[in-house]
């Protein structure tokens, strides 16, 4: 019986989640907790922190090394250089659009799983779409994506106006 009392609390809680999202719900929560039964204390800690995970994600800053990607398009194609790159987590990307854009950096949603891509999103500023960043028009524009907390795995990224042409880059985070 208390488990499925836990179970309760706990749907309440994603439900707050799902209403609010962000920290307002997670306050919301810690309050609700001491108002169960002291029996419940510890599953509520626990269930606070699932809580914390399914809502609003922060950008998660660099605090590793700045990795340097071109985007280039020119008489031998449209690619990223270098088009694979292993990096630590941690990490940062920072794509330059040296010649043949506008280019933008841009992950299939589909092919990112699902526990990566609140963070990887998080992760990624000034969005056009889901999971692809903006169009770097003017020449040498550059644009920047922390690798912090994103899980080890590799990760396929294209270029949305050259991906016809075949312009995809695999990370690799360790
Ligand atoms: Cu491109």
Redesign the pocket.
């Known amino acids: 019986m208390r488990y499925f009392g836990f179970s309760a609390i706990a749907a309440s809680a994603l439900m707050l989640a799902a209403c609010g999202g962000g920290e307002k719900a997670a306050d919301t929560t810690a309050t609700a907790a001491p108002a169960a039964d002291t029996a419940a204390v510890a599953p509520a800690a626990a269930g606070s922190t699932a809580t914390a995970a399914a809502g609003a994600v922060a950008a998660a800053p660099i605090t590793g090394t700045i990795h340097d990607v071109k985007?280039i398009?020119d008489a031998q194609g449209?690619r990223f250089d270098p088009a694979t790159i292993t990096i630590k987590e941690g990490d940062g990307i920072r794509y330059t659009s040296v010649s043949?854009?506008p280019?933008d950096v841009a992950f299939d949603p589909a092919l990112i799983p699902a526990a990566v891509k609140p963070q990887l999103s998080a992760n990624m500023p000034n969005q056009m779409s889901d999971l692809a960043g903006p169009l770097l028009i003017q020449p040498n524009a550059t644009y920047t994506i922390s690798f912090a907390k994103i899980p080890a795995g590799t990760y396929e990224a294209h270029?949305t106006?050259?991906l016809a042409m075949n312009?995809k880059q695999a990370i690799t985070v360790q």
């Open positions: 985007m398009g449209y043949g854009g280019h270029c106006p050259h312009m």
